[in-house]
């Protein structure tokens, strides 16, 4: 069965250094959303990729945050300086057809980030 | 106050019971209603979606939208130890690209 496939599966590292998380999707997957959930909360969406475009950044804090999905594909995304409130479990999920229409969306295992 | 509510729990009841999980929200525009199960260190994984009211069933497991409280709920038959993790709700909406909007989630714990 095809899963998203995430690494590293955790991550502690100290606060301003640089961290970087790496998602498959399933194949064939259009469509590649980041999402940060803290304990005891839903996910927070950060960005979502439509092929290799943005569709939505709004809520991604870009004065450390960046995310790329260079050819449409797989996708990293990357923290420059981390903070102590970085930490949380960061998931990716992809779905099938284009942003315009509900598809499920198929989550990864998620990477644990611990700042300390 | 958040879009969509959802009681933390956590929820304890004994193997065998029906669970009813519950989640509010406050935007008419929602269409589709989703309950994800999130294991520990995992993943969520999508268990059910409705679209606009009604029920659904599969399994052990019905969904239930009511659009005009803005209330869905899950219920849970023949509760068993592996049904144990944390239920989300999410909902999305045509004019937001089909995004997710999510409850907290519940904990839920099936004593054997």
């Known amino acids: 069965e095809a899963e998203v496939a995430q690494s590293p599966r955790y991550k502690i590292t100290e606060k301003s250094q640089a961290v970087a998380f790496w998602c498959d999707p399933i194949?064939?997957?259009?469509?590649l959303y980041w999402y940060r959930q803290i304990l005891g909360q839903g996910p927070e969406l950060l960005v979502q990729?439509?092929?290799?475009?943005?569709?939505?950044d709004s809520q991604l804090p870009k004065d450390r945050f960046s995310a790329e999905r260079l050819k449409g594909v797989d996708s990293t995304l990357k923290i420059q300086p981390a903070e102590l409130g970085d930490s949380a479990m960061y998931l990716c999920?992809?779905?099938?057809?284009?942003?315009?229409?509900?598809?499920?969306?198929?989550f990864g295992p998620g990477t644990r980030l611990t700042v300390l | 106050q958040k879009e969509v509510e959802q009681d933390p729990g956590p929820l304890s009841v004994p193997e065998g019971a029906i669970v009813s999980l519950n989640c509010t929200y406050s935007n008419s525009a929602f269409q589709y209603f989703m309950w994800y199960r999130q294991y520990s260190r995992k993943g969520p994984e999508l268990l059910m979606y409705?679209?606009s009211s009604g029920n659904k069933e599969d399994g052990r497991f019905t969904a239930q939208v009511d659009k005009s409280s803005k209330y869905i709920s899950l219920f849970i038959r023949d509760s068993q130890p592996s049904d144990s993790a944390t239920y989300l709700c999410?909902?999305?909406?045509?004019?937001?690209?089909?995004?997710?909007?999510w409850g907290a989630g519940t904990k839920l714990i099936i004593k054997p």
């Open positions: 194949s064939g997957h259009a469509t």
């Open positions: 409705t679209y």
């Open positions: 999920a992809s779905s099938l057809a284009d942003y315009a229409t509900y598809n499920e969306q198929f």
């Open positions: 999410a909902m999305s909406r045509p004019d937001s690209n089909y995004q997710l909007i």
């Open positions: 990729f439509q092929d290799e475009s943005v569709v939505d």
